[in-house]
């Protein structure tokens, strides 16, 4: 009777693996918000904002008084991550995609070579799914080895520059539009400047405001 009760048991923790396999290959708060995104009703128009928690930390519509304007960041995402997610995005058929990906996987041990084949991916089913909408890629943002909370990735700059040349040169492959941020995020020491964040990584409102400035001219939609 022990016997098949423990198999019994065992039998459940079996089939509730079973039931959520896959879960396990993102975050808690990853199921969490992209759950929620797949409920939101879609707008004709869209445009796009799609990255991990540095575009997940900032309120884009209300920064450029566009309720078109939908953020589709999800902190701690990675390539893959949004690559899993894409359907929900590309749904809406949005005018405009921009997208910043790839710090969280260096982060994680993840080669440049091993980031760049998903995000070729990503790019091919943006373009499969949704042909029409216009995907501006861009660079990853720098970082700053001086602030220790995020050590696995401040101290990713040689990285972030190597990747940022190979996501440049995929943009220009594709034929897409490249938005180097890099460059006016970083300070004379070659680092983040510490005037747009507080941790090394995540920006603060002032950071918010330079990237408005710098995308401004790519929101705009012609009529």
């Not at 993102?26 to 707008?43: A, V």
């Not at 999800?74 to 690559?83: E, K, N, R, W």
Request: glycine share 8%; net charge neutral.
């Amino acid at each position: 009777m022990r016997f098949v009760l423990c198999l019994v048991v065992l039998s459940g923790t079996i089939i509730a693996q079973d039931k959520n396999t896959g879960d396990d290959r993102f975050s808690t708060y990853y199921y969490q918000k992209r759950t929620l995104f797949e409920l939101l009703p879609n707008d004709s128009g869209e445009i796009v904002f799609v990255g991990n928690s540095i575009t997940d930390g900032c309120e884009w519509g209300e920064l450029f008084k566009n309720p078109l304007i939908k953020n589709r960041g999800i902190s701690g995402d990675i390539t893959d991550g949004v690559l899993d997610r894409l359907n929900e995005i590309t749904e809406s058929k949005p005018v405009k995609i921009f997208l910043m990906i790839g710090v969280n996987d260096l982060a994680k041990g993840k080669s440049v070579d091993s980031i760049m084949h998903t995000y070729r991916m990503i790019l091919d089913k943006i373009h499969q799914e949704s042909p029409a909408t216009g995907i501006f890629v861009q660079s990853v943002l720098p970082v700053n080895a001086a602030y220790p909370k995020f050590k696995n990735h401040v101290n990713k700059t040689d990285s972030i520059i190597v990747l940022n040349k190979r996501i440049s040169e995929l943009a220009t492959e594709y034929g897409l539009t490249y938005i180097d941020l890099y460059k006016a995020f970083t300070g004379d020491d070659g680092q983040l400047d510490p005037r747009y964040s507080n941790d090394g990584l995540h920006l603060t409102g002032s950071g918010y405001i330079l990237w408005k400035q710098l995308i401004d001219p790519f929101i705009v939609i012609k009529r």
